[in-house]
């Protein structure tokens, strides 16, 4: 029934992701080809399908190709933990799933049809490319996507052709879009505003922008490709546009013709900040829907002269009706608080497999005289203002929303109480700053058993995505009660200024310095009250942070730092304390140690091909107090030294570094990725020495048997770094490219005029680091290995890259004369060095060190 009106010409782009893009008569070939081998398996009207794809053009073709089946898609987000993930296959029920050949194995056995739109796309392609009969009627689903729940597990939301007719045919009347129009595709499919990013500028011959994976949290890319594609329509919550805002470039933007702002309370301040930087009238509009409702309900045009606090969400969308009720279903008068309840054509059929749930949210509508019609209460306490515009006063009972997300605290409840160690907890929200939302859980432990932060954190990571975690945790002997015996959470708000991260006692700043570095901090981490003797990375820090910080650093106080210091100084203190040294800088050495203590001997793990050596942090300290793991790290990071440009002479210089804290075997060697390669070779050179090295482990690194580079991945990665890039930065970055490949070609006068151009605006720490990942890569092109005369340890990855590789031992079989020992741990290539995968890796990796230590 959802079917795509094409005004513009089919051989019109239709959809744009990074350097690809399909036409509309591409798209719709590809989509019906799709939707014939899905009709071939079974799939017709009410039936779901599983749609576990990243954000692609593939994604596009996947959702169409399943309506123009018949069916109704159900987005699976890859980022979902296992657990979540295994409960919406159990609970849904789904036998068929379209995703990609590297995210398969991620998958249960029991699905009984899986799509590859990659391995599988020469069968697919058989198909013919005429457009479909559809039979499916408005009453048919269109989707059904997975909310928070406040028993504990996540509720499937069935939607329907007849609502998400109605949004789009009332966002082309409101706003109308043109053929002109560029909508950027950046919400999560598993959140329901992707509908219409998705499906309004395909219906109406616009062009769909999508943002690359990951991209929708990164506010620098997003300017970049607002102003590269110029962007006339996009959707944001508020928290997110608060941080946009806050971007050099924001005021160049001004090709936005409509923007939708939604998900959580739109404060007023915002909106004049918004006209501060843009001064864009009639564009930014604050819409309220839940998921319930088929995307907006409500909306309502932000303008400069508002007197509110927060914005209203204004009126009723067109087929849509608004109630405001008291306890007894009654109308309340203007002014007047009370349950804001939704009819009209766009309410969900209901929750799946849920029919107790649907009957309490979706009542008879006493307000009609039509039998069938229904209302969805919301559960959101909001009243009528005297202009007609209704005004959100937040929510009767747990759920909140937060960042977009809407989240039943009532389900994070419930997942903390499946922990051993703890009794009793209470979740809810606070804000020490406006629009800086965080999650705070208290916790009454049971006697003896209290948990950590690092255990409790841990625990939830691995059973909730991580917008639902909390930021903080606060043990309690007992929660407060009110009078009644219910839990007194107005107490809990209260004494939400003595938040701890940790049991460590508080150490407030003792100078300017580390006040000033203590605002760092809580600026990065998002935590208030950080003493100067946290650990940043006990407090949620990684490698990714960790940039974050030491540009704020090199921003705030002039100061430009190695990322490796924070191993040696990983508090505000110890920071402090090497800030202050007049002049100071420390001696380059690839050798840094990770966690030097243990009576073990030595682990010493070789960075990847970005040089540094922050992402092993976590491998480390799950690998116990007793192991010491030293880092080793790219020769140039500093700026100063040159950067290896060959394997053989940079396992050469850190087998030197290596023996200045084990003059002798064996060895324990690992490396992650490139660093696999480098660690291959750094066995050969001690073998050749005399020396045993007792294992040589790699972190999902691909075997020099099975590593195609061809002319596309060396563009696509140029081409991805200086998407990364501001613009000032985008001009050195070309010319240290071509300096690269001129150098040996060019005079030195001629050069020099090369190395003035460089150096103008030269961003220190991302220069360098593109210069060693430039050598690295060189480094890796031209390394030819020989036969390993022992055997290698393999940890691959589950989730494998298309671009990595697909044999059985990684591409090592031919390399290792004695054999390839394969361990396979959850996550991809990235993931499995960060929480929770990294657990699994340790802990394998662990039983590996000791059993060669028995050896």
Not at 6 to 14: L, N
Not at 303 to 321: E, F, K, V
Not at 711 to 735: C, M, R
Request: charged content about 20%; proline content about 6%; glycine content about 6%.
């Amino acid at each position: 029934m959802f079917e795509i009106q094409v005004e513009r010409s089919p051989q019109a782009t239709a959809v744009v992701f990074e350097n690809n893009q399909l036409s509309y008569h591409q798209l719709n070939q590809r989509a019906n080809q799709l939707a014939r081998h899905l009709r071939s398996l079974g799939i017709k009207p009410e039936v779901l399908v599983g749609i576990y794809l990243e954000r692609s053009l593939e994604m596009v073709v996947g959702l169409l190709g399943i309506l123009k089946a018949g069916g109704a898609y159900l987005p699976l987000d890859p980022a979902y933990p296992s657990e979540h993930l295994a409960y919406i296959l159990e609970d849904s029920q789904i036998s068929a799933i379209v995703t990609t050949q590297e995210l398969v194995s991620s998958l249960p056995d029991r699905i009984t049809h899986v799509v590859c739109l990659d391995s599988d796309w020469q069968v697919i392609s058989e198909n013919n490319q005429e457009n479909l009969f559809s039979n499916t009627t408005l009453d048919n689903l269109i989707y059904t996507i997975y909310t928070s729940g406040s028993t504990g597990r996540s509720k499937g939301v069935m939607i329907t052709h007849r609502g998400i007719c109605n949004q789009i045919t009332w966002r082309q009347t409101t706003f109308r879009l043109t053929q002109a129009d560029k909508v950027l595709q950046n919400i999560s499919l598993s959140f329901d505003p992707s509908v219409w990013q998705i499906f309004w500028p395909l219906c109406w011959g616009a062009q769909l922008i999508m943002a690359r994976p990951g991209g929708n949290l990164d506010t620098r890319y997003l300017v970049e490709l607002i102003l590269q594609q110029q962007i006339t329509v996009m959707a944001l919550v508020p928290s997110m546009l608060r941080v946009l805002l806050d971007e050099k470039e924001i005021e160049n933007c001004q090709s936005f013709r409509h923007i939708t702002c939604g998900g959580e309370a739109l404060p007023v301040e915002l909106i004049q900040r918004f006209f501060a930087k843009l001064n864009l009238d009639d564009v930014l509009y604050n819409c309220y829907g839940p998921t319930e409702a088929s995307i907006d309900a409500t909306f309502w045009k932000c303008d400069r002269t508002s007197n509110y606090l927060i914005a209203p969400i204004g009126c009723a969308i067109a087929n849509t009706q608004i109630y405001i009720l008291n306890e007894n279903l009654e109308p309340t008068a203007i002014g007047e608080s009370g349950e804001l309840h939704i009819g009209g054509v766009g309410l969900a059929r209901g929750y799946l497999n849920r029919p107790d749930l649907t009957s309490e949210k979706f009542i008879p509508d006493p307000l009609s005289k039509k039998p069938e019609a229904r209302l969805y209460k919301t559960g959101d306490l909001a009243r009528y203002l005297d202009n007609g515009n209704i005004e959100f006063l937040g929510r009767l009972d747990n759920q909140i929303k937060l960042r977009g997300f809407r989240i039943e605290l009532a389900e994070i409840e419930a997942i903390l109480a499946q922990h051993a160690s703890i009794q009793q907890t209470v979740v809810i929200p606070t804000e020490d700053n406006p629009g800086d939302q965080r999650l705070v859980a208290y916790i009454v432990p049971h006697r003896e058993q209290t948990p950590t932060f690092d255990e409790v954190r841990h625990f939830l990571k691995q059973k909730l995505p991580n917008y639902m975690l909390p930021n903080s945790f606060v043990l309690l002997d007992a929660l407060p009660l009110t009078p009644n015996g219910k839990v007194d959470r107005y107490a809990l708000r209260a004494s939400h200024q003595t938040i701890q991260q940790s049991k460590d006692i508080f150490v407030a700043p003792q100078d300017e310095l580390e006040l000033e570095l203590t605002k760092i901090w809580e600026k990065v981490l998002g935590i208030q009250r950080i003493s100067i003797k946290n650990n940043f990375f006990e407090m949620g820090g990684h490698s990714l942070l960790a940039v974050r910080l030491f540009a704020e650093i090199e921003k705030t106080l002039g100061n430009n730092l190695p990322l490796a210091t924070l191993l040696q100084a990983p508090t505000i203190e110890e920071l402090a304390n090497i800030l202050r040294q007049p002049g100071w800088v420390k001696p380059w050495s690839s050798l840094v140690p990770i966690q030097p203590k243990g009576s073990k001997p030595p682990f010493f793990l070789v960075h990847a091909v970005g040089g540094n050596i922050l992402s092993y942090c976590d491998l480390a300290r799950h690998l116990g107090l007793n192991q010491p793991v030293y880092g080793l790290q790219a020769q140039g990071l500093d700026g100063k030294t040159p950067p290896h440009t060959s394997i053989e002479d940079m396992a050469a210089q850190y087998i030197k570094e290596i023996r200045t804290v084990q003059p002798n075997g064996p060895y324990f060697l690992g490396g992650a990725s490139f660093g696999g390669t480098v660690v291959f070779e750094m066995a050969q050179q001690l073998y050749a020495q005399g020396e045993k090295v007792a294992l040589l482990s790699l972190l999902d690194s691909a075997g020099w048997n099975n590593l195609p580079t061809t002319f596309f991945d060396f563009v696509s990665g140029h081409l991805n770094n200086l998407a990364q890039l501001k613009p000032q930065e985008k001009l050195t970055y070309i010319w240290e490219r071509l300096e690269w490949h001129i150098s040996k070609r060019i005079p030195k006068p001629i050069r020099q005029v090369f190395y003035n151009l460089r150096d103008m605006d030269r961003s220190p720490q991302t220069l360098y680091t593109l210069n060693v990942l430039e050598a690295n890569l060189h480094a890796s092109k031209n390394y030819l290995p020989q036969v390993y005369p022992s055997h290698v340890t393999l940890f691959r990855a589950k989730l494998k890259s298309s671009r990595r590789y697909s044999d059985p031992l990684g591409g090592w079989g031919g390399l290792a004369l004695e054999g390839v020992e394969v361990h396979e741990i959850p996550g991809d290539h990235t993931s499995i060095l960060r929480e929770p995968h990294v657990q699994v890796l340790a802990k394998k990796l662990k039983a590996c060190l000791d059993e060669a230590e028995r050896l």
